[in-house]
């Protein structure tokens, strides 16, 4: 057990340990939370924060798994408006000075501010979801083929609709939720080539709100049902709620995203609404890094999770969606082609 060695090796080498530390940025009152070994885990959610049922909640829950089962101190850290990656990296140095390890950043936004923080603790293992740029030996990148379960969810859309028109609305602009389009459009168009995808971004940047603006995302999923979409997926985050609730005040489907949104208490009134999530397992991300540290041997370096490994795929909750056959036996072939190469998601 983590806690254990740590002990152990803070009463054998107190004074080097803390020499160490002092190089690269630590203090004495630091050295001694690490000899403590009662803190693990902490994460600093992304935009949206934690409530999102969604991204960071997927996050969160894997916390909450690992803080169960190693029985340690963990921490959990709300982001703030206008903040800059020096405000970011902060944070993250500051969980590390407690003592906390590994410590995550929820979100591609942090990848300068967990490059920073890896430099000042080398010591420390940090983890970023959904980037692959921060190259460190000490850091993790926690990243997903989001595309293979985006064109899953455009198999569903495709056999669900019947008006052969759909909708895609993503939260910002930027490459990583260029993923979740391209995969739902091909996926939608090798089902059906006779749909019709209707696409939109939010914002250009997160800063004008599109992951974290409900209202955002009901004004653009009501503008594609105008336009007689009847199945609409989101990949926005807290901006998706939008998404959901106005597919439900219009009776027609909605995809949700990252997390099983049909099970999310905050979105319950309008389950019936949500077809199936394509879900990205974040939570198994998170909590395999803690496990990896606290086994002694931490995780770096780029961690994929596909459908081959099982930490991407659509969620069965509705039973009018598990329950369709032709619909399932649809995604379950695709999943097949996909797994043996046959089928080539695109990224962009």
Request: net charge negative.
């Amino acid at each position: 057990m983590r806690r254990i060695s740590r002990i152990t090796v803070a009463g054998a080498a107190t004074a080097s340990l803390a020499l160490a530390l002092s190089a690269c940025g630590g203090t004495s009152t630091e050295a001694s939370s690490k000899a403590q070994g009662d803190k693990g885990l902490a994460i600093a959610y992304d935009v949206g924060g934690k409530g999102d049922q969604s991204f960071n909640d997927a996050a969160f829950a894997g916390l909450e798994k690992a803080k169960k089962e190693f029985g340690y101190q963990t921490d959990d850290v709300e982001p703030t408006e206008g903040e800059t990656d020096a405000d970011k990296e902060q944070r993250l140095v500051s969980l590390a000075k407690q003592g906390y390890n590994p410590v995550i950043g929820v979100g591609y936004a942090y990848a300068a501010a967990v490059k920073g923080a890896a430099e000042k603790f080398p010591d420390t293992t940090f983890g970023i979801v959904d980037d692959s740029t921060v190259e460190a030996k000490n850091v993790a990148d926690l990243v997903f083929s989001e595309e293979q379960a985006s064109y899953l969810a455009g198999v569903a859309a495709a056999k669900s609709t019947k008006t052969n028109t759909v909708g895609f609305v993503g939260g910002v602009d930027i490459p990583l939720i260029h993923k979740f389009q391209a995969g739902f459009e091909q996926g939608v168009k090798d089902t059906n080539p006779k749909v019709k995808v209707l696409s939109q971004y939010l914002t250009q940047t997160a800063e004008e709100g599109g992951f974290s603006s409900p209202d955002k995302g009901k004004s653009a999923a009501e503008g594609q049902i105008e336009k007689k979409a009847d199945v609409v997926y989101a990949a926005a985050g807290l901006s998706g709620q939008g998404v959901i609730e106005a597919a439900a005040a219009n009776k027609v489907w909605a995809i949700g995203v990252d997390s099983d949104q049909y099970k999310q208490e905050a979105l319950a009134k309008y389950k019936d609404a949500i077809l199936t999530s394509a879900m990205k397992d974040v939570a198994k991300a998170v909590y395999n890094l803690a496990k990896s540290v606290e086994d002694g041997k931490p995780e770096t370096g780029i961690v994929r999770g596909d459908l081959k490994t099982g930490e991407v795929g659509l969620s069965n909750s509705n039973p009018k969606f598990a329950d369709n056959a032709e619909l399932q036996e649809a995604i379950k072939t695709a999943e097949e082609k996909i797994v043996s190469g046959e089928i080539k998601v695109k990224t962009s």
